[in-house]
């Protein structure tokens, strides 16, 4: 069974920084690139990052670009992403989604969603 | 980008009737691969989003056969033959052709 299970959400003032995490179960990790998706309160879903299986090709949103870094460590099945110069708008909720690989369709599987609020 | 526009916005359905949903890319989404890959999520109040639908018209793994996705080039559609209590939730196509991913706006599918 497919498992992604993400940590590092939490209360952050402007400016500051987090680190989430995704820890993946069930799948071949290394065979799959990988998405961050996130949800602010009462909004719809907006994509925020993406990274390749092999961690040869990175890929940010506009809105992120600069401030955030996708990364992973296929060793231990884990996807990260580092947050800096948080805002505001960045509050949401956070989905890690398994994107394109050998054998599931894009966005095949998803988390339960990390939630990040950034206010003093 | 890629920009993913849904109509309509909000659905009331009658249960036990059907319920559409469209999508509209403002550009072809033919990968150069030869696929399409344009999907439907699903996500129910309180939960994740769920993936309904891949590439137009393929069904994601114990998805009901009443979710039906049909469509090319840059129209595609979400069809729900009968809906369920259990339906209700906000639908979002996905282009996944390109990065960035894009997101339709969302539609709200409720009971009337």
């Known amino acids: 069974e497919v498992q992604l299970l993400e940590s590092g959400g939490g209360l952050v003032q402007p400016g500051g920084s987090l680190r989430l995490s995704c820890a993946a179960s069930?799948?071949?990790?290394?065979?799959?690139?990988m998405s961050w998706v996130r949800q602010a309160p009462g909004k719809g879903l907006e994509w925020v990052s993406g990274?390749?299986?092999?961690?040869?090709?990175?890929y940010y949103a506009d809105s992120v670009k600069g401030r955030f870094t996708i990364s992973r460590d296929n060793s231990k099945n884990t996807l990260y992403l580092q947050m800096n110069s948080l805002r505001a708008e960045d509050t949401a909720v956070y989905f890690c989604?398994?994107?394109?690989?050998?054998?599931?369709?894009?966005?095949?599987?998803w988390g339960q969603g990390t939630l990040v609020t950034v206010s003093s | 980008d890629i920009v993913m526009t849904q109509t309509p916005l909000s659905s009331p359905v009658t249960l036990g009737q059907p319920a559409s949903i469209s999508c509209r890319s403002s550009?072809?989404?033919?990968?150069?691969?030869?696929?399409?890959?344009l999907s439907w999520l699903q996500q129910r109040p309180g939960q994740p989003p769920r993936l309904l639908i891949y590439?137009?018209?393929n069904r994601f793994s114990g998805v009901p056969d009443r979710f039906s996705g049909s469509g090319a080039g840059t129209d595609f559609t979400l069809k729900i033959s009968r809906v369920e209590a259990e339906d209700v939730g906000v639908y979002y196509c996905?282009?996944?052709?390109?990065?960035?991913?894009?997101f339709g706006q969302g539609t709200k599918v409720e009971v009337k």
């Open positions: 989604a398994t994107d394109y690989g050998s054998y599931l369709p894009q966005l095949a599987y």
């Open positions: 069930g799948f071949t990790f290394s065979n799959f690139a």
């Open positions: 990274i390749s299986g092999s961690d040869s090709g990175t």
């Open positions: 550009q072809g989404l033919v990968h150069s691969d030869g696929n399409t890959y």
């Open positions: 590439k137009i018209s």
């Open positions: 996905v282009q996944a052709t390109q990065f960035p991913r894009t």
